[in-house]
């Protein structure tokens, strides 16, 4: 599990564009858990093995469970191979966009959540076809929270620096409120996991918080 630590550069970034921080309000019926890319493919032993991912899926149940007490919903979402991604896929050394393909396609074994998640048969499973979960005609993620009425994110997954922040990223610019969890993130090193952090929070002005005080935080309304 990372060291998370936010640069006195970003602090100041923060304070300048958005003022002291000031925690999200999770109201209920307004938020979700959403998980990104936990899938076998991800693991240590995967196509693509993230070392760290095991130490996380502890605080990623527990968050979930939290969310289910509170009302709130949890959402996963997995990677999806896509043929048409060539700009991606297509400028992959050799032979890689076939390991991709057998591995992240809908239905392979590397493609399926990791089994030690907590899922719930009432939760939600998505695939995106991207790195962010909001890249039009990729995936559903965008539809499904307007139609239940979600404008604040929790996000919790891998990795850090790209699926994690990318989503992040965008749902901010679609005007979705949005909480990375640190303890609860991983990717492949500190130092990509404190860049995004950096980003996250001095730019784009996500609400940072590790997995006790989003449980804090959580109403209690079941």
Same mark, same amino acid.
């Given at each position: ?6 640069s006195d550069f970003a602090t100041e970034t923060r304070f300048y564009a958005y003022g002291p921080r000031e925690p ?11 998980v990104i890319d936990m899938q076998y493919g991800f693991m240590p032993g995967g196509i693509i093995p993230v070392a ?60 399926? /959540?990791?089994?030690? &998640?907590?899922?719930?048969?009432? #939760?939600? $499973? ?5 790195? +962010? *979960? ?6 559903? /993620?965008?539809?499904? &929270?307007?139609?239940?009425?979600? #404008?604040? $994110? ?5 990795? +850090? *620096? ?61």
């Amino acid at each position: 599990m990372h060291s998370t630590k936010i640069s006195d550069f970003a602090t100041e970034t923060r304070f300048y564009a958005y003022g002291p921080r000031e925690p999200l309000a999770l109201v209920p019926g307004s938020f979700a858990h959403v998980v990104i890319d936990m899938q076998y493919g991800f693991m240590p032993g995967g196509i693509i093995p993230v070392a760290g991912n095991p130490a996380i899926i502890p605080n990623i149940n527990r968050i979930s469970a939290a969310v289910r007490r509170a009302g709130g919903r949890n959402i996963f979402v997995r990677f999806t191979y896509d043929p048409t991604w060539t700009v991606y896929y297509g400028r992959l050394a050799d032979g890689r966009e076939a390991r991709m393909e057998a591995a992240f396609s809908d239905g392979a074994e590397q493609h399926a /959540l990791v089994a030690d &998640l907590d899922v719930m048969a009432d #939760d939600v $499973l998505l695939n995106k076809k991207r790195f +962010s *979960s909001f890249t039009p005609g990729t995936c559903d /993620l965008e539809s499904r &929270l307007r139609s239940a009425g979600i #404008d604040t $994110l929790i996000v919790t997954g891998c990795t +850090s *620096s790209c699926c994690v922040e990318s989503t992040i990223r965008d749902g901010m610019q679609l005007n979705f409120k949005t909480i990375f969890v640190g303890d609860a993130n991983v990717t492949l090193n500190d130092a990509y996991h404190n860049g995004a952090v950096d980003n996250l929070f001095g730019i784009f002005g996500t609400d940072l918080c590790m997995t006790d005080e989003i449980l804090d935080r959580l109403p209690v309304t079941a």
